[in-house]
């Protein structure tokens, strides 16, 4: 018989244990909430409040119904209050000491039959229903922050739990509006073994002054469409909660990348837990407050004086130089299309009036705007036709030898003080400056593809770029209307370096038979609230420009973690790329 689990014990009432809590009691439950000690239920108490008057404001409660579910919750700190309880959760802070010994008590306690749940995020479910005398009824029930609106709940089963425990939380989770996946019971579970390893990641680049805060965060929210960007996420986490994670981790992979990176453990010393404590990466103006206000006065810093950019050069015909061209025509720039033969670049400059022509058609640029922008747009096959440019942007094909001989060729034509710059992804910017007799007018313009859509334009900056150059660059990127990040010279630069090595993970889980594709692309998008999935978003990228782009990382940074999954390498050998080819990681018809 099904276990209808009405009345539920929830023990630690912090970030998570609240967010549990309201939602069992939107959702009928008798809820016995204990935390360890008053200040701890007063806390709990204020997060429930504090949640529930937020739903009643914007109108997705009304006042009695909100009065109801805080009176079904019963908030005590004695763990003998569960002993009716058919089902415990148990979200205190994750040490397995701590989290084991909760269970041992409250073996003693509740019934025999009573199912245990951890919320841990990482730590072995085995090792802690071990530790009790019913290992069969200990699962991992792991919700995502914040509980009442993320669907996602990873329900983790270990060997030894009865397979009727596992179908009777399944339901129950669904009864509670989630979508839960099932899993073995491995470090991190789907969503935070993929993810902790980025964000680690995230904090090692701003830890070695590679970006800044706000450039990091932007770059994964205007590049990839993330809701939030990694260091802001790690602030909502709790930067102690996730330095236990990733130990967890790091103890069960021995993969450097999950070594808790040393900024986070002296940030958690020192009491900078995020969000809950009022200050992380970001200051708030207050703990548990979302705003974020200026934290130190900031130095101000003379910029170095941009050039003058009005005449623009676009080398290249494929899809990032029409994009790039047609962005820089529609905000006002004259703009020359170079290209290797005249058939080539009128078949160019006619894709960028093609381009315009369909805004035209959604209403989102006048015809006459459309006109005067196709109007500046001069197709040319001769480099010394960009001699007056002040700005050239190189997009040709991704090849060292074809990049550089760009490079030598502008050098021979552009005038002095030009500013020369490359769309490359994968390759060093200084390769292109060294081919030149003018490396500081050399720098990386990183845009994103479809250029006319993508907001953010990372700027790279190489050990010999001059700094009004870098000025340069920036106000042309803001005068497109764009959010230009700056980072220096590396593979990956910040997006791809971030996003990648997350992909290959997923594709080595994958490997190792732990989720399914669905289940981790499900576990991603809705646990983490990512516009797609891993696999959705490999087999859009491409295998190979993905294998690529992975290769090139692992070369820059030699680390084993970082070297392709051998799947994606046999994908590509097979000649599943992905839409392109029709399949990838999935059939696409
Ligand atoms: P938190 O620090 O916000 O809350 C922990 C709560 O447990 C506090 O209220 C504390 O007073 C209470 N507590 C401590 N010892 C206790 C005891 N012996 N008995 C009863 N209560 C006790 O932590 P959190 O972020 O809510 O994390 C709780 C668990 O949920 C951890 O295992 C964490 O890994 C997991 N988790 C966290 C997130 C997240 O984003 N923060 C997401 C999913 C899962």
Request: hydrophobic share 45%; charged share 25%; glycine share 8%.
């Given at each position: 018989?099904?276990?209808?689990?009405?009345?539920?014990?929830?023990?630690?009432?912090?970030?998570?244990?609240?967010?549990?809590?309201?939602?069992?009691?939107?959702?009928?439950?008798?809820?016995?909430?204990?935390?360890?000690?008053?200040?701890?239920?007063?806390?709990?108490?204020?997060?429930?409040?504090?949640?529930?008057?937020?739903?009643?404001?914007?109108?997705?409660?009304?006042?009695?119904?909100?009065?109801?579910?805080?009176?079904?919750?019963?908030?005590?700190?004695?763990?003998?209050?569960?002993?009716?309880?058919?089902?415990?959760?148990?979200?205190?802070?994750?040490?397995?000491?701590?989290?084991?010994?909760?269970?041992?008590?409250?073996?003693?306690?509740?019934?025999?039959?009573?199912?245990?749940?951890?919320?841990?995020?990482?730590?072995?479910?085995?090792?802690?229903?071990?530790?009790?005398?019913?290992?069969?009824?200990?699962?991992?029930?792991?919700?995502?922050?914040?509980?009442?609106?993320?669907?996602?709940?990873?329900?983790?089963?270990?060997?030894?739990?009865?397979?009727?425990?596992?179908?009777?939380?399944?339901?129950?989770?669904?009864?509670?509006?989630?979508?839960?996946?099932?899993?073995?019971?491995?470090?991190?579970?789907?969503?935070?073994?993929?993810?902790?390893?980025?964000?680690?990641?995230?904090?090692?680049?701003?830890?070695?002054?590679?970006?800044?805060?706000?450039?990091?965060?932007?770059?994964?929210?205007?590049?990839?469409?993330?809701?939030?960007?990694?260091?802001?996420?790690?602030?909502?986490?709790?930067?102690?909660?996730?330095?236990?994670?990733?130990?967890?981790?790091?103890?069960?992979?021995?993969?450097?990348?999950?070594?808790?990176?040393?900024?986070?453990?002296?940030?958690?010393?020192?009491?900078?837990?995020?969000?809950?404590?009022?200050?992380?990466?970001?200051?708030?103006?207050?703990?548990?407050?979302?705003?974020?206000?200026?934290?130190?006065?900031?130095?101000?810093?003379?910029?170095?004086?941009?050039?003058?950019?009005?005449?623009v050069g676009v080398v290249g015909?494929?899809?990032?130089a029409?994009?790039i061209a047609?962005?820089f025509?529609?905000?006002?720039?004259?703009v020359v299309v170079r290209?290797?033969?005249?058939?080539?670049?009128?078949?160019?400059?006619?894709?960028?009036?093609?381009?315009?022509?369909?805004?035209?058609?959604?209403?989102?640029?006048?015809?006459?705007?459309?006109?005067?922008?196709?109007?500046?747009?001069?197709?040319?096959?001769?480099?010394?036709?960009?001699?007056?440019?002040?700005?050239?942007v190189?997009a040709?094909?991704?090849?060292?030898?074809?990049?550089?001989?760009?490079?030598?060729?502008?050098?021979?034509?552009?005038?002095?003080?030009?500013?020369?710059?490359?769309?490359?992804?994968?390759?060093?910017?200084?390769?292109?400056?060294?081919?030149?007799?003018?490396?500081?007018?050399?720098?990386?313009?990183?845009?994103?593809?479809?250029?006319?859509?993508?907001?953010?334009?990372?700027?790279?900056?190489?050990?010999?770029?001059?700094?009004?150059?870098?000025?340069?660059?920036?106000?042309?990127?803001?005068?497109?209307?764009?959010?230009?990040?700056?980072?220096?010279?590396?593979?990956?630069?910040?997006?791809?370096?971030?996003?990648?090595?997350?992909?290959?993970?997923?594709?080595?889980?994958?490997?190792?038979?732990?989720?399914?594709?669905?289940?981790?692309?499900?576990?991603?998008?809705?646990?983490?609230?990512?516009?797609?999935?891993?696999?959705?978003?490999?087999?859009?990228?491409?295998?190979?420009?993905?294998?690529?782009?992975?290769?090139?990382?692992?070369?820059?940074?030699?680390?084993?973690?970082?070297?392709?999954?051998?799947?994606?390498?046999?994908?590509?050998?097979?000649?599943?790329?992905?839409?392109?080819?029709?399949?990838?990681?999935?059939?696409?018809?």
């Amino acid at each position: 018989m099904t276990r209808r689990f009405s009345t539920v014990g929830v023990v630690g009432l912090g970030t998570m244990g609240a967010g549990i809590a309201e939602v069992l009691a939107r959702t009928g439950r008798t809820v016995v909430a204990v935390d360890v000690d008053e200040a701890g239920v007063t806390r709990g108490r204020g997060h429930l409040e504090h949640s529930t008057g937020r739903a009643v404001a914007r109108g997705k409660l009304t006042a009695e119904a909100r009065a109801a579910l805080l009176a079904r919750i019963t908030c005590t700190t004695s763990l003998t209050a569960l002993s009716d309880a058919d089902l415990v959760v148990e979200a205190v802070p994750e040490r397995v000491g701590l989290k084991a010994g909760v269970f041992a008590e409250l073996d003693r306690i509740c019934r025999p039959d009573t199912v245990f749940a951890s919320n841990t995020s990482a730590l072995s479910i085995t090792e802690i229903g071990v530790r009790t005398g019913r290992p069969g009824k200990v699962v991992g029930l792991h919700f995502f922050n914040p509980t009442p609106v993320l669907k996602l709940v990873e329900v983790v089963r270990t060997v030894v739990t009865e397979p009727d425990v596992v179908d009777d939380v399944v339901a129950f989770a669904e009864s509670l509006g989630k979508t839960p996946v099932v899993i073995g019971d491995r470090a991190g579970f789907i969503a935070n073994a993929l993810l902790f390893g980025y964000l680690n990641h995230a904090v090692r680049m701003y830890e070695s002054r590679y970006a800044s805060r706000e450039d990091l965060d932007a770059a994964m929210r205007y590049g990839c469409g993330y809701p939030m960007g990694p260091l802001a996420l790690l602030d909502l986490i709790g930067l102690d909660t996730a330095h236990e994670i990733l130990g967890t981790m790091y103890r069960q992979s021995r993969d450097r990348l999950h070594a808790p990176a040393p900024l986070l453990k002296q940030m958690v010393t020192a009491g900078l837990l995020g969000r809950k404590s009022g200050r992380g990466f970001y200051t708030y103006d207050g703990p548990d407050s979302p705003t974020v206000v200026p934290d130190a006065p900031v130095a101000v810093v003379e910029p170095a004086s941009a050039r003058e950019v009005r005449r623009v050069g676009v080398v290249g015909t494929g899809t990032m130089a029409t994009g790039i061209a047609e962005v820089f025509a529609k905000r006002g720039y004259d703009v020359v299309v170079r290209a290797r033969s005249l058939d080539k670049a009128e078949a160019a400059v006619g894709r960028v009036g093609a381009s315009l022509d369909r805004a035209v058609v959604k209403g989102r640029l006048a015809a006459a705007d459309r006109d005067a922008a196709l109007a500046r747009v001069t197709p040319a096959v001769e480099f010394a036709d960009l001699a007056s440019c002040d700005l050239v942007v190189e997009a040709v094909a991704e090849e060292l030898a074809v990049k550089t001989a760009v490079f030598q060729a502008l050098d021979e034509v552009c005038r002095p003080g030009a500013v020369l710059a490359t769309t490359t992804s994968s390759l060093p910017v200084v390769e292109c400056a060294a081919a030149t007799s003018r490396p500081g007018d050399v720098v990386g313009l990183h845009f994103f593809n479809p250029a006319p859509v993508m907001e953010l334009v990372e700027v790279v900056e190489t050990i010999t770029t001059a700094p009004d150059v870098v000025a340069t660059a920036r106000r042309v990127c803001l005068d497109l209307g764009k959010r230009p990040v700056h980072c220096r010279d590396r593979a990956g630069f910040i997006v791809n370096a971030l996003l990648f090595p997350y992909l290959n993970d997923a594709v080595k889980m994958l490997e190792a038979h732990y989720a399914t594709a669905d289940d981790i692309d499900h576990a991603m998008k809705v646990g983490c609230s990512l516009p797609m999935g891993p696999f959705e978003l490999l087999d859009v990228v491409g295998l190979d420009v993905s294998l690529a782009i992975e290769r090139a990382l692992y070369l820059e940074f030699r680390e084993a973690g970082l070297a392709p999954a051998p799947l994606l390498e046999h994908l590509v050998t097979a000649g599943r790329l992905g839409r392109k080819t029709g399949k990838g990681f999935r059939d696409h018809t």
